[in-house]
C-alpha cells in the first residue's frame, strides 16, 4: 500500500473525531499528514543578551535570585515578577495570570524562560518557562529546539499535531518514497525526500532546516511545473486547433480604418496573436500592458481575423457595465465591414436571449461579448475561433475543457491590466506566452497624482470646481468597508449628499453595488454624455470604464485600497487629451500605507507599481483573495523561492521535451503525479 492509500486513523493516537477534525484541514491520509508543512518555528535555542534585540522574542536560561512577588487586580488577573541572574545581569521575569507559579520560584533554583525581551528595562514578559532543576534529570523538554508551529484549529493543538506527525513518521516514515528523478536530486544536491520531510517536520538545527526546506520548495515547485509543461507539450503536439487563415494585407486595411494609428509596441504584439493563431497548435497568450495602454484595440484586431477566417469570437468580461462598453466600443470598430456584434449577459429577456442563442448557433452573429454566461451549457456556436477572455476570468483549464467538450478547441488570449512581475508570470501564467504593451498610445498624457490629507478637503473641493468650470468631469471614489455591504452603500450615499450640498448647481450621479444592471446603465451612460458632472461611485468602476472627458480622480480613505486596486482606479482618467490628475485622500497610520501613497505619487507606469506592490506585501495577496488562479503552494514562496522557481521551471521544460519522457521508467513517479490529474487522465491514448 501507497502512503496515499492509508487513511489517518491508522496513525495511532488518531480518534474517530479527530479524523474528521483532520478532513476539515484536508487531511485524508498519511501522505497528506506528512506533507501538512509546518509555516514556522518558534525558536527555543538559548541565546545570549547582549545579541538579543529590544522587543525580540527570546529564550534564556539563568538561575532564580530571589522570592516571587505576586500583584492581584481585577477579577482572576494577576501579575508575577521575580527577579532572575542571566550571565551576570539581574533580569526581572513578568508572568500575567500564573499566580500558580509563585510556589515554584524558589532563590537558586535553575529556570529557562521564553518571551518578550525589553532591553533597556532588563525586563522579561514570559510566555513559557520550565524549571531545571539540581540534578539536571529535569531536562527541559523544548530547551535549545526548534518547535513547529502549524496551521491548527479546533480540538487540535499544536502539541497534538507536533506528536501526531511524530507518531506518524515513526510507523510510516520509512514508506515515503522519492518523487523527483535521480538526475535531478544529483545536480541540485538535494536531500532524499525521506530525510526532508522528517528534517522539516523535526529540525535538528538551523542548517538542516533549511536544506530540507529547499528540497521539498524545488519538489514543489518542479511538479507544478512538470504539470503545466506538460500540459503545453500536449496541447502543442496535438495540433487540433483551428488554423486561421488570414493573410497580412487584410489586417493592415483593418488597421487602416482606425481612428488612430497603433502604436509600435501593439504592432508587435499583434504580430505575435496572428503567428499563433495560423498555426494548429491552440493559441493561449496572456496580453498584459498598463491600464489604458490598448489592449481592446489589439483583441479587436484578433476578433476581425477570426471572423474574416470563417469563424466566430467571443469576448468574456466580468461584469455587464464592461460588456455593455465593449459592446458598443467594438461595434464603432467595426462599423462598415459587415461584422454582427451581440450581447450576452445574465439580465437578458427570455426572448432575446433565445434570439442570440439561434444566432450564434446558426452564425448570423460573428462576434458575442458577454459576462461568463458565454460558457453555459446552452449556448452553441456553429464555428468559434478565439475567445478573448478578462483578467478576472482566467481561463483556466477547466473552461478550456468546458469548450473543448462541445467540440470546440479555440484560440484564447486573456487580458490583463494588473501587469505581472516575472515571478508570477511564470507561475500563475505559466502555461502561456506572454505579450507585453509597455508604451501609451500616441497623446496621451502621464496622470499627475496627489496625495492629501483629510483637512485639505476644501482645497479638493476646488479644484472640483475647476476642472468642471473647463467642461471636465470628475469621479469621487468611496471606500469599501469589507464588512458590510450595507456600509459601503451607506458612506456613498452620504458623500452624494455632502457632493450634492457642496456643488447644488451639478448634477451628482451615484453608482454602487447594489443598483441593478438598468440603474447602473442609466448612471454611467448620463455620466458617459456628460449630463452629470461629478459620480460618487463605490470600487464598481475600477474595470475598464472609459469616459475621455473624466479629467479627475478623487480617492477617499485612499489608504484602504492596494496598490494595484488605487493605480486601476487612476486609470480611468487620462484617456483624453486633457491633462489628468488623480488625488488621494489619506491618512494612512502604517508605515506600508505611508509607503503606497508614495509609491502612486512617484510612478504611474503600471509594471513599476506592480514590482513594488509584490514587495509590499507578497505574491499570495498580489492577485487579491483567491479569485486568481493562482496555486496555493503548501511550502514555497513566489516572493523568496524565485531562483527555486526558475530552476523549476527550465527543469520541467527540459525534461517534457525529451522524447522518452512518456516511456522511460526512470520518469515513472513524474508521470505517476501527473497522471492524477484529469487533464492528463487517459492523455496518452489519443
Known amino acids: ?102 510556589s515554584h520560584m524558589v532563590p537558586g533554583r535553575e529556570i529557562m524562560i521564553t518571551g518578550k525581551w525589553e532591553q533597556h528595562r532588563l525586563q522579561m514578559t514570559v510566555s513559557e518557562s520550565e ?193 455593455e462598453q465593449h459592446l458598443r466600443s467594438l461595434q464603432k470598430l467595426f462599423d462598415g465591414t459587415g461584422i454582427e456584434v451581440g450581447l450576452l449577459t445574465g439580465s437578458l429577456t427570455e426572448r432575446k436571449r433565445r434570439d442570440l442563442l439561434a444566432g450564434l448557433q446558426m452564425g448570423m452573429i460573428d462576434i458575442v461579448v458577454g459576462t461568463h454566461a458565454l460558457i453555459q451549457d446552452d449556448v452553441f456556436f456553429r464555428s ?92 469621487v471614489i468611496c471606500p469599501l468597508i469589507e464588512e458590510s455591504d450595507k456600509l459601503d452603500v451607506q458612506n456613498a450615499i452620504d458623500l452624494f449628499v455632502q457632493m450634492q450640498q457642496a456643488f447644488p448647481d451639478l448634477k451628482v450621479g451615484l453608482l454602487h453595488g447594489r443598483l441593478s444592471a438598468a440603474e447602473k446603465d442609466a448612471v454611467m451612460s448620463s455620466f458617459g454624455a456628460n449630463e452629470t458632472q461629478l459620480l460618487i461611485a463605490t470600487t464598481v468602476v475600477e474595470v475598464g470604464v472609459d469616459v475621455p472627458n473624466a479629467t479627475l480622480m478623487i480617492i477617499m480613505d485612499a489608504e484602504r485600497f492596494g496598490l494595484s486596486q488605487l493605480h486601476q482606479l487612476r486609470g480611468r482618467v487620462g484617456r483624453g487629451a486633457h491633462q489628468s490628475h488623480c488625488i488621494l485622500v489619506a491618512d494612512p497610520k502604517s508605515e506600508t500605507g505611508r509607503e503606497r501613497m508614495k509609491v502612486m505619487t512617484e510612478t504611474d507606469d503600471g509594471f513599476e507599481v506592480a514590482r513594488r506592490d509584490l514587495e509590499l506585501r507578497g505574491p499570495g495577496d498580489f492577485f487579491g483573495t483567491k479569485q486568481s488562479g493562482l496555486p496555493e503552494f503548501r511550502i514555497a514562496d513566489m516572493a523568496s523561492d524565485f531562483e527555486e522557481l526558475e530552476m523549476a521551471r527550465d527543469d520541467a521544460a527540459e525534461l517534457c521535451a525529451l522524447d522518452d519522457f512518456w516511456t522511460n521508467p526512470a520518469y515513472a513517479r513524474v508521470r505517476a503525479y501527473l497522471q492524477k490529474d484529469q487533464i492528463f487522465q487517459g492523455e496518452q491514448l489519443d
Open 384 to 475: 468559434l475561433g478565439l475567445v478573448v477572455t478578462d483578467e478576472q476570468h482566467r481561463f483556466g483549464v477547466n473552461q478550456r475543457s468546458v469548450l473543448r467538450r462541445k467540440g470546440l478547441n479555440p484560440d484564447v488570449l486573456t487580458m490583463t491590466a494588473t501587469p505581472i512581475p516575472r515571478t508570477l508570470a511564470i507561475t500563475a501564467f505559466g502555461d502561456m506566452d506572454v505579450s507585453t504593451i509597455r508604451e501609451r498610445p500616441h497623446g496621451r498624457k502621464p496622470i499627475k497624482t496627489y496625495w492629501v490629507k483629510h483637512g485639505m478637503m476644501d482645497r479638493v473641493l476646488g479644484f472640483i470646481r475647476r476642472e468642471v468650470d473647463e467642461g471636465r468631469q470628475a469621479y
Open 1 to 102: 500500500m501507497k502512503l496515499d492509500e492509508i487513511s489517518v486513523r491508522q496513525i495511532k493516537g488518531v480518534s474517530a473525531q479527530k479524523e474528521q477534525e483532520l478532513h476539515a484541514f484536508g487531511v485524508q491520509t498519511v501522505a497528506d499528514l506528512l506533507d501538512y508543512f509546518p509555516y514556522r518555528y518558534e525558536d527555543y535555542r538559548i541565546r545570549e543578551l547582549g545579541e538579543a534585540k529590544d522587543g525580540e522574542k527570546i529564550t534564556v536560561q539563568g538561575i532564580i535570585r530571589g522570592n516571587g512577588i505576586l500583584q492581584r487586580y481585577g477579577k482572576g488577573k494577576s501579575r508575577l515578577t521575580c527577579k532572575i541572574e542571566v550571565e551576570h545581569a539581574l533580569v526581572t521575569g513578568v508572568w500575567f495570570n500564573r499566580p500558580f507559579l509563585q
Open 131 to 323: 524549571f531545571l532543576d539540581k540534578e539536571g534529570t529535569g531536562k527541559a523538554s523544548k530547551s535549545g529546539t526548534l518547535q513547529p508551529i502549524y496551521s491548527v484549529g479546533g480540538s487540535i493543538t499544536q502539541s497534538w499535531m507536533r506528536k501526531t506527525i511524530g507518531q506518524a513518521l515513526a510507523q510510516f516514515g520509512a514508506m515515503l518514497e522519492e518523487a523527483l528523478p535521480h538526475e535531478l536530486t544529483e545536480r541540485h544536491r538535494l536531500m532524499p525526500r525521506r530525510d526532508a520531510v522528517l528534517q522539516i517536520h523535526q529540525p535538528g538545527d538551523i542548517r538542516e532546516g533549511q536544506e530540507a526546506r529547499r528540497r521539498m520548495v524545488y519538489e514543489e515547485l518542479f511538479l507544478f511545473q512538470v504539470k503545466l509543461q506538460a500540459y503545453r507539450a500536449l496541447n502543442r503536439k496535438r495540433g487540433d486547433g483551428i488554423v486561421h487563415k488570414v493573410n497580412g494585407e487584410t489586417i493592415r486595411q483593418f488597421a487602416a480604418t482606425l481612428p488612430f494609428e497603433l502604436t509600435d509596441a501593439q504592432k508587435k504584439v499583434v504580430n505575435e496573436i496572428m503567428t499563433d493563431m495560423r498555426h494548429p497548435a491552440a493559441m493561449n497568450r496572456l496580453l498584459q500592458g498598463d491600464v489604458g495602454s490598448g489592449k481592446t484595440v489589439v483583441a479587436a484586431i484578433a476578433l476581425y481575423c477570426t471572423v474574416k477566417a470563417g469563424h466566430q469570437g467571443a469576448l468574456m468580461v466580468p461584469t455587464e457595465i464592461l460588456a
